[in-house]
C-alpha cells in the first residue's frame, strides 16, 4: 500500500511555470495591497540610512524617512499595531518625553524640531515597526524583505570586513584603521568615520541575528548564503574597535546555544562548544596575530572584553575590582554610577537633562540614563515594553516549543538590552534605530502570534481580530 502511494505521488506532474505563477499570484492577493509598497519604500529607506553615515544621499535619506511616515497610518495593521500593550507602553514613554520638554526639564521644546530629537526619532522610527510586524506575518516577503536588504548591507560589509582585519593585523588604532579601510590618507577623516561605526557595528550584529529567522523559509544553497552574510556582518561587528560590541557580540553566542531551536542535550553541548571554540579563537588572534593583545583597535577591544570577564567571573579584592572594571568599561562603570546616584536622588520623577554640560546624566547607558533623567515615570513605560515582548516569547517557547523567528528574536532582545545598559543606542540615531525598530517590529509579531495560540486568547474578541488580520498568510515557504 505505502509502494502504490509512493508510486502515485511519483506520477505527479511537476509544478510547471504557469502553476508557479498561479500560485504567486494566488499569495500576492492575500497580502492587503497598503503592504508591498510600504515594505519596499521601508527597504530603500534602510538602504539610503546605510549611506547616510557617510554623509551620501542625504537629502532622498530625509525625503524617504518622510514617506514612510506619511504611508504609516494608512497601511494595513497600523491600528492594530497601536492596540498592543507593549505598543502602548512605547508611546507612553513618548508621551512622557514630550510632558518633559514642554517644562524644560528635558532639552526645551524649541528641541522637539531637530533631527537628533529623540520624540522625532521615535515618531520615524514606528513605520519600521509596523514594517517588521507585519512581514512577520507574510513570510515570501519576509524572506524576499531580509535578503535584499542583507545582500546590499553584505556588499559593502565585505570592504569592511577586509579593511578591519588588515588592520587588525597591522595593529593599527581606529582612526588609521578606519581610514585604510575606505582609502584615506588622513586619519582625521578615519575618525570622524570611527564616530558613525560606534553605531553601525552594532547594527551589524543584530542583523547576522535577525537572519537566523530565515532558516525554516530557505533552501540548503540560500541557507548557506545567509550564513556567509552572518560571518561578515559578526566580523565588522567584532573588528570595529569597540569593546561594547565585542561584549554583546559573546553574549549573542552564549544566548544561541541556550536558545537555539534545538531539542537534543547533544545540539545545545554542540553551540555551547563552538561559543567556546570562537572565544579561543579570539583569543588567539588577540594573543597570537595581534603580537601584542593591547595595541591596535581590534586588540583594545578584545584586551578589554578579556579584563571585563576576568573580573567578573575570576574576581579580584575590593578596589581592584572596581579600578579593573572601569579600565575594561572604557570608564563606563562611574558615568553608570553616576546616573544611578541621580535616580536616587529623584527616583519619581528624575533629574532632567539640559545637555551634555549636564554632569548629573553619565550619558551612555540608556537604561540608567533614562532612569536619571525621567525616574520610574520614564524608566517603568521602558521596561514594561520589553518585558511583555520577551514574556510571549517565553510563553511561546513553553508551549508551542522553540522555532527559529521567537528564539531569534529572543537573542535579539536580551542582546539590546545589554547594549542598552552599556550604550545610548535607543533613540539616538535614526540609521541605528530605524533598524533596531524594525527586528522589534519582528519581536512584536512573534510574540503576538504566540499569544494567539494560548486557550484565553482563543475566547478574546480583540485577539479575534488579530486572528483576523493574521489568518491571510501566505504558503509557508520551503524548508
Given at each position: 500500500m505505502a509502494t502504490a502511494h509512493l508510486e502515485a505521488l511519483s506520477r505527479q506532474p511537476t509544478p510547471g511555470v504557469k502553476d508557479r505563477f498561479r500560485s504567486a499570484v494566488a499569495a500576492a492577493r492575500a497580502?492587503?495591497?497598503?503592504?508591498?509598497?510600504?515594505?519596499?519604500?521601508?527597504?530603500?529607506?534602510?538602504?539610503?540610512?546605510?549611506?547616510?553615515?557617510?554623509?551620501?544621499?542625504?537629502?532622498?535619506?530625509?525625503?524617504?524617512?518622510?514617506?514612510?511616515?506619511?504611508?504609516?497610518?494608512?497601511?494595513?495593521?497600523?491600528?492594530?499595531?497601536?492596540?498592543?500593550?507593549?505598543?502602548?507602553?512605547?508611546?507612553?514613554?513618548?508621551?512622557?518625553?514630550?510632558?518633559?520638554?514642554?517644562?524644560?526639564?528635558?532639552?526645551?521644546?524649541?528641541?522637539?524640531?531637530?533631527?537628533?530629537?529623540?520624540p522625532v526619532i521615535l515618531i520615524r522610527s514606528l513605520p519600521f515597526l509596523l514594517c517588521g510586524y507585519t512581514l512577520g506575518r507574510h513570510l515570501n516577503w519576509q524572506r524576499r524583505f531580509l535578503l535584499f536588504v542583507g545582500a546590499v548591507y553584505w556588499l559593502f560589509a565585505i570592504q569592511d570586513a577586509r579593511g578591519f582585519i588588515a588592520g587588525a593585523r597591522a595593529q593599527l588604532g581606529r582612526a588609521d584603521q578606519y581610514a585604510q579601510t575606505q582609502g584615506f590618507d588622513d586619519a582625521k577623516i578615519g575618525s570622524m568615520y570611527a564616530g558613525a561605526f560606534?553605531?553601525?557595528?552594532?547594527?551589524?550584529?543584530?542583523?547576522?541575528?535577525?537572519?537566523?529567522?530565515?532558516?525554516?523559509?530557505?533552501?540548503?544553497?540560500?541557507?548557506?548564503?545567509?550564513?556567509?552574510?552572518?560571518?561578515?556582518f559578526t566580523i565588522v561587528a567584532v573588528l570595529s574597535g569597540f569593546g561594547a560590541t565585542t561584549v554583546m557580540a559573546f553574549l549573542a553566542i552564549i544566548l544561541l546555544a541556550i536558545y537555539a531551536p534545538v531539542k537534543s542535550v547533544g545540539w545545545r553541548l554542540y553551540y555551547l562548544g563552538v561559543s567556546s571554540a570562537i572565544y579561543a579563537v579570539f583569543e588567539f588572534v588577540r594573543r597570537g596575530l595581534l603580537?601584542?593583545?593591547?595595541?591596535?583597535?581590534?586588540?583594545?577591544?578584545?584586551?578589554?572584553?578579556?579584563?571585563?570577564?576576568?573580573?567578573?567571573?575570576?574576581?579580584?579584592?575590593?578596589?581592584?575590582?572596581?579600578?579593573?572594571?572601569?579600565?575594561?568599561?572604557?570608564?563606563?562603570a562611574s558615568?553608570?554610577?553616576?546616573?544611578?546616584?541621580?535616580?536616587?536622588?529623584?527616583?519619581?520623577?528624575?533629574?532632567?537633562?539640559?545637555?551634555?554640560?549636564?554632569?548629573?546624566?553619565?550619558?551612555?547607558?540608556?537604561?540608567?540614563?533614562?532612569?536619571?533623567?525621567?525616574?520610574?515615570?520614564?524608566?517603568?513605560?521602558?521596561?514594561?515594553?520589553?518585558?511583555?515582548?520577551?514574556?510571549?516569547?517565553?510563553?511561546?517557547?513553553?508551549?508551542?516549543?522553540?522555532?527559529?523567528?521567537?528564539?531569534?528574536?529572543?537573542?535579539?532582545?536580551?542582546?539590546?538590552?545589554?547594549?542598552?545598559?552599556?550604550?545610548?543606542?535607543?533613540?539616538?540615531?535614526?540609521?541605528?534605530?530605524?533598524?533596531?525598530?524594525?527586528?522589534?517590529?519582528?519581536?512584536?509579531a512573534d510574540a503576538d502570534a504566540a499569544a494567539l495560540t494560548t486557550p484565553l486568547a482563543a475566547a478574546s474578541p480583540r485577539r479575534a481580530l488579530h486572528r483576523a488580520f493574521f489568518s491571510a498568510n501566505e504558503p509557508s515557504a520551503p524548508r
Open positions: 497580502v492587503p495591497g497598503s503592504l508591498p509598497p510600504f515594505w519596499i519604500a521601508c527597504a530603500l529607506t534602510l538602504i539610503v540610512a546605510h549611506y547616510q553615515l557617510w554623509g551620501r544621499f542625504n537629502l532622498v535619506y530625509k525625503i524617504m524617512g518622510t514617506v514612510v511616515v506619511v504611508m504609516m497610518p494608512f497601511t494595513a495593521g497600523f491600528s492594530r499595531l497601536l492596540s498592543l500593550p507593549a505598543v502602548l507602553w512605547l508611546l507612553a514613554f513618548e508621551l512622557v518625553m514630550l510632558a518633559n520638554m514642554l517644562v524644560g526639564r528635558y532639552f526645551t521644546i524649541s528641541s522637539l524640531f531637530t533631527t537628533a530629537s529623540a560606534v553605531y553601525f557595528a552594532p547594527l551589524m550584529l543584530f542583523f547576522a541575528i535577525a537572519l537566523f529567522r530565515l532558516y525554516p523559509l530557505l533552501s540548503k544553497g540560500w541557507k548557506l548564503f545567509v550564513i556567509v552574510m552572518q560571518a561578515t603580537a601584542e593583545g593591547g595595541k591596535g583597535a581590534a586588540g583594545q577591544a578584545f584586551a578589554k572584553f578579556s579584563q571585563l570577564f576576568s573580573s567578573i567571573f575570576w574576581g579580584f579584592a575590593g578596589e581592584d575590582v572596581a579600578s579593573s572594571l572601569e579600565v575594561a568599561s572604557s570608564s563606563r558615568l553608570l554610577v553616576t546616573s544611578f546616584k541621580t535616580f536616587l536622588q529623584n527616583p519619581v520623577m528624575g533629574h532632567g537633562f539640559s545637555g551634555v554640560g549636564d554632569l548629573a546624566v553619565g550619558g551612555h547607558s540608556f537604561l540608567f540614563d533614562t532612569a536619571a533623567t525621567f525616574g520610574l515615570a520614564g524608566l517603568l513605560p521602558i521596561l514594561a515594553f520589553f518585558t511583555l515582548i520577551l514574556f510571549s516569547l517565553w510563553r511561546a517557547r513553553t508551549a508551542a516549543g522553540a522555532s527559529w523567528p521567537p528564539s531569534s528574536s529572543t537573542i535579539f532582545l536580551f542582546t539590546l538590552l545589554a547594549g542598552l545598559v552599556m550604550n545610548p543606542y535607543f533613540l539616538n540615531l535614526l540609521s541605528l534605530s530605524y533598524f533596531l525598530f524594525l527586528l522589534l517590529g519582528f519581536a512584536l
